[in-house]
Nanobody, 124 residues
Framework: VQLQASGGGLVQAGGSLRLSCVAS????????MGWFRQAPGKEREFVAS????????YYADSVKGRFTISRDNTKNTVYLQMNSLKPEDTAVYFC??????????????????WGEGTLVTVSS
């Protein structure tokens, strides 16, 4: 599985961005998908994850109520809508996939597949 993320950029605090991640392969709809991020000088951290049909969602406490993860299996794409952005959201955001299909496993153990990151910069 190859994952290609896009949508990062520079935005002012309070603004919004939507990240997209397109996956290759025919098994996308069976995977749990998610997003992680890594800020400068910090470890990679979990942001959000979603099961195959969007019925099970997980979010980091720091983004609850501001970020929304969703997916479109017809397009092999997972999205991260980010609203009310804060300077502390500045990071490289990585798309991730769990082949077992359990979003909580993705949250706890990390991904089986990683995409290249996309940089999000939030100015104050």
């Amino acid at each position: 599985v190859q994952l290609q993320a896009s949508g990062g950029g520079l935005v002012q605090a309070g603004g919004s961005l939507r990240l997209s991640c397109v996956a290759s392969g025919r098994t996308f709809s069976t995977y749990a998908m998610g997003w992680f991020r890594q800020a400068p000088g910090k470890e990679r951290e979990f942001v959000a994850s979603i099961n195959w049909n969007g019925g099970s969602l997980y979010y980091a406490d720091s983004v609850k109520g501001r970020f929304t993860i969703s997916r479109d299996n017809t397009k092999n794409t997972v999205y991260l809508q980010m609203n009310s952005l804060k300077p502390e959201d500045t990071a490289v955001y990585f798309c991730a996939a769990d082949k077992v299909g359990i979003p909580d496993r993705l949250r706890r153990l990390g991904a089986d597949y990683w995409g290249e990151g996309t940089l999000v910069t939030v100015s104050s």
